[in-house]
């Protein structure tokens, strides 16, 4: 017998209770289909788990998501938090669950679909055919490097950050850009400041040197700041996107905005080998790259179809289900090229639905 896909769900904080069971509804769907034995464990993080617990990632929760093969997320956080310690805020269970699972990969499709074009804020012509992959290296750089914080220096504050690399976080992200692009266009830009920054100088000269082992990819090398610029004038010209963690989480969003709404664009954060019986899939947490919009939460106007496509990376990236990735992907196409859109991505001419009714009619294009 098959041994079950295990995957921790992890609805999280604000419209993250109405969306992952849409996403869960559809792998249900998938698995009954293929006969693939799903294995769902729901868990609790962010405020709620605050609120519960004290702390923004609980242990029975942090157990679920070491103990599975792929861990759905919804979202955290919320105004009601706000207030707390950094350290125990809601967010901090995303950067736990990164460091804890050892996720260094975070990937960022930013795909246009035709029938959307009008949401961006772009000229047509700049924007259309839109398909690009930003890989953000993910537990490196300034946000994690030593030494930081602020330093009381006579009637001065000193705040200080570091930006650190080595030679195998460079590698190892360079390698999953490499193999990204291989499956797609077959072209990587890396981004860095090497013009001023020794760390990203490193960073150029590893990722030409791993380079040497994907002779089918083209490489091209980009200032950070020319990309910013780029990314507006033709973001066409890009296929895979790989930089360093601060340069992604920015770049990563300005992509984004590139299609119109935040609420259709998914995410997946990825480290090693899945499981033993599944070696050559990756560890992942997939969500949607939005928040928890506390302002819409429990009035069924969320957007489902970031946190169903994440569901969609998951079955590719984590248990190499390409072809049911694909329909997935194709079911949310159908059912916005016949017109249905949330309240988030409503335009003239469609029929405005809601969560659970968005989530209904992915399923019916997938039965």
Known sequence: ???????????????????????????????????????????IVGGEAIDQTGVPLPEDSLRLALEADAVLLGA???????????????????????????????????????????????????????????????????????PRGVEKIGDEEKGINTLVYTTSEIKRIARVAFEVAQKRR?????????????????????????????????????????????LIRNPKQFDVIVTTNMFGDILSDAAAMLTGSIGMLPSASLG????????????????PIHGSAPDIAGQDKANPLATILSAGMMLKYSFGLEKEAALIEKAVFSVLEAGYRTPDIAAEGTRVIGTREMGRRVIEQLK
């Open 1 to 43: 017998m098959t041994k079950a896909m295990k995957i921790a769900v992890l609805p999280g904080d604000g419209i993250g209770k109405e969306i992952t069971p849409q996403a869960v509804a559809v792998l249900e769907v998938l698995g009954e289909r293929f006969n693939h034995p799903f294995e769902f464990d729901h868990g």
């Open 76 to 146: 955290v956080g919320g105004p009601k938090w706000e207030g707390l310690d950094y350290a125990i805020r809601p967010e901090r269970a995303l950067l736990g669950l990164r460091e804890e699972l050892g996720l260094f990969a975070n990937l960022r499709p930013a795909i246009l679909y035709p029938m959307m074009t009008d949401a961006s804020t772009l000229k047509r012509e700049v924007i259309e055919g839109i398909d690009l992959m930003v890989v953000r290296e993910l537990t490196g750089g300034i946000y994690f490097g030593q």
């Open 186 to 230: 077959k072209r990587v830009m890396s981004i860095d400041k090497a013009n001023v920054l020794e760390a990203t100088e490193l960073w150029r000269k590893v990722v030409t040197e791993v380079h040497t082992d994907y002779p089918d990819i083209e490489l091209s090398h980009m200032y950070v700041d020319n990309c910013a610029m780029q």
């Open 272 to 287: 090693q080998s899945a499981s033993a019986h599944r070696p050559s899939c990756l560890k992942g947490m997939y969500e």
